[in-house]
């Protein structure tokens, strides 16, 4: 009984930090609707700038001091990035924004690294908290029934802002209606400031205060995404009290998992969320999402064609040329561009959801890593010959695609994304827990390719034609009617669904497919590499495909491509500096506020401009008697969009 | 008051608003009349900025509203009332009034939640509910009652009438005509000619995004062509 309550309380206490930085995220996403993934770079900055106040700080004042001037601190370094960063970017496409605070966290992560270098460091402990008190003759920490304690106050405070006061009607309606909101006269812009400011303040404080127990290090802003993203979707998007309970139920959780089931404590967090999911869709406290956001007039899209002839001509050339690459190119340089090719299958694949699908995952790292580890397992355990492997890998990530497609495909929108998230959080602390099968953090090696692959030409052959085979097989079903209905359901649920279309099946299929494809760029990759690591499963590798394909551009195949391909070389030019992921997060974050439509849109765009490229809608704009006009237009686009290629 | 001059508006690249220009006086009562699809909320949007012309002007008093945020155009004393209605749903009556709320502005009524719930007697019984738990009509005064709470020296209503009983349309009525009495300006789009009739000084008839009447009611009587041609009579 003892120890039960005392491990209660350290659930408790543990509880706090979580539901601090939780509540920061719910609360900016609420009003902004962005997806802060920086957000966890606020708790890390909130730590170390804690650590260095509370080294000049002295006495309990001080260490009280610190962790409220850490808050507030993080809370400025948040203005600075909604201003310079988000601001120009809010009128952009959806989950655009998302890619900046990328940026950001790689931007975040090497200042962190200069400023506080690479070691970890321990907290400091509270003054006048610094014992044990016996609680049923089990010990605990002071400072555990010190957080213990405050936390309801904050939670009381932050309910108490939102429920009671001006700002938080204007946040609250703002949830709902930005533009209206700007129509009664509230400036909108200072209001997203304002909550961007309360929201990194928190994640500040929930750094600063956890230091007596965690400290701090240059990993924390990662390992705590997942976290706070489940906690989030569990306690319900946007309530307050919702992301208490559910920070307080994984924290207990996982103190009681660390006791009895001490592999498992990763895996636990996530179970715990898929089953909440299971019984309330939208979490426990939360709401349906409101469909159909006002003010979100965007241009229509345009239609996908069949490629022309001088495209094909183009591709054609393209292809020929990496054909020759082994004729005048170094073996490094086949090693690479197999490299690039793989990455872009995959990013291909998460564009044939994403882009195609309007599904937004961001968890596809699963299938891509899933499709490695299947195929490694089969070759460590089964010795199977690699052909086999190579050929089942896209069979064993396609059916976890179906599985978890299943299981995330009642929820729409974020919460589709944040499960699709949890989900590959699953696989990987699955992978990294269970180190007596799968290697752990040590991985899995020796998986090389059969004797007629086994040097570099052969193999990059091998890729060549699996990497772009798999691109135009995407490339080919999204020009089949199925590739048509996954589109139509994208863009109007309900109407595809009255022309017979089960949009659900469909997106589902879909997304078994992509998983599939990514599993077969994950087994491409697995033989190249000859191992396979956790890191391949990773949220950052899930990453680095959505910030390709935003920033290529979600319309099209080629985007990604393209994307893909710019990534990947210059990720390799760049580790070779030391900073490189300040110099890349830099890029990106420009990339994004001078190119908000992605690279190939921009480009279109400047081409259309110079006169390079004809304006295909042009010939509309020209035809007079307007109304009439206007609704032609929108009818053709729909139909458009959905129609059959002759 | 308001002086708009050469309107070009558009959705995309699809042109709603051709070359639309009229004025409206201090105290007057505007009545945009035009059928489904004419541009009657596009216009109101393009005074309000919510869609921004994209050549011409719009004069407030002096001030030129093209290219100034909507929160801006609220400011200087335009009050919103959209079509939709747009009541933040989960928050309740009062919190609603609260979100539109503004500092008094010098030479116009100053309207309160105690004088807005005499004016709108069943928003009072529900004050602490949630704007979701309200009927159609309900949530059409609250749109007003918020857009009072905000001062405006001019009122742009995008029909009022639109989708609620005969009855609360009396009640309607009935409101404008005390707005009026208090020298407001008033700008309101509508279909219902009975409607605009009751309430309004002037019409203005749009088709197609162009202007095809302006002038008093008694001058549009005179016309039936043109309320055959324009309107669903
Ligand atoms: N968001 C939009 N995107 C594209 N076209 C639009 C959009 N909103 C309206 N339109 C088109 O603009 C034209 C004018 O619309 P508007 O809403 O101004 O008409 P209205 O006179 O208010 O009609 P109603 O009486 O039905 O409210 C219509 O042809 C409509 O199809
Ligand atoms: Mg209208």
Redesign the pocket.
Known sequence: MGLFVAQVLTGLANAAALFLVASGLSLIFGVTRIVNFAHGSFYMLGAFIGYSLMQVLPGMFGFWASVVLAGLAVGVIGVIVEICVLRPVYKAPELFQLVATFGVILVIQDLALLTWGADDVLGPRAPGLKGIVRIMDEPVPKYDLALIAITPFILFGLWYLIARTRVGILVRAATQDREMVGALGVNQAWLFTGVFFLGATLAGLGGAIQLPKGGADLLMDFNILAAIFVVVVIGGMGSLPGAYVAAVLISVLNVFGVTYLPQSTLVLMFVVMAVVLMIKPYGLFGREEVAGEHGQ?GEPERPIKPAGIKVRVLVAVGILLLALLPVFGSSFSQVLTADVIIFCLFAASLHFILGLGGLVSFGHAAYFGGGAYVAALLVSYLQTPMEIAFLLAPVGAGFAAFIIGWLCMRLTGVYFAMLTLAFAQLLWSLVYQWGEFTGGDDGLVDIWPSEWLNSTTPYYYFTLVFGIGGILLLRHVAHSPFGYALRASRDSARQAEATGINTKRVQWLAFTFAGAVAGLSGALFVFSKGSVFPTELEVARSFDALIVIFLGGVKTLSGAIVGGASLEYAKDFLTRFEYWRLTLGLIIIFVVILAPEGISGTLRKLAERIGIMKDPDSNHSKIRN???N??A??RENTRENTREDP | MIDVKNVDSY??K?Q??NDLSFSIGEGEVVSIL????????????SIMQLVRPRTGSVMFNGTELVGLPPYKVAKVGLGYVP?ERRIFTDLTILENMEVGRQPPRDGVPQWSVDLLFELFPNLSERRGNRGKALSGGEQQMLTIARTMMGNPRCLLL??PS?GIAPVIVEQMVETILRIKKQRLTVVL?E?NLHFARLVADRAII?EG?EKRFDGTFAELDAQPEIQEKYLSV
Request: net charge neutral.
């Open positions: 007039v307007p109304a009439v206007a609704k237009h929108t | 959705y995309g699809a709603i608003l035009g059928r489904n699809g004419a541009g009657k909320t596009t216009t109101l949007k079509e995008d029909e639109e789009s279909q749009i995004g």
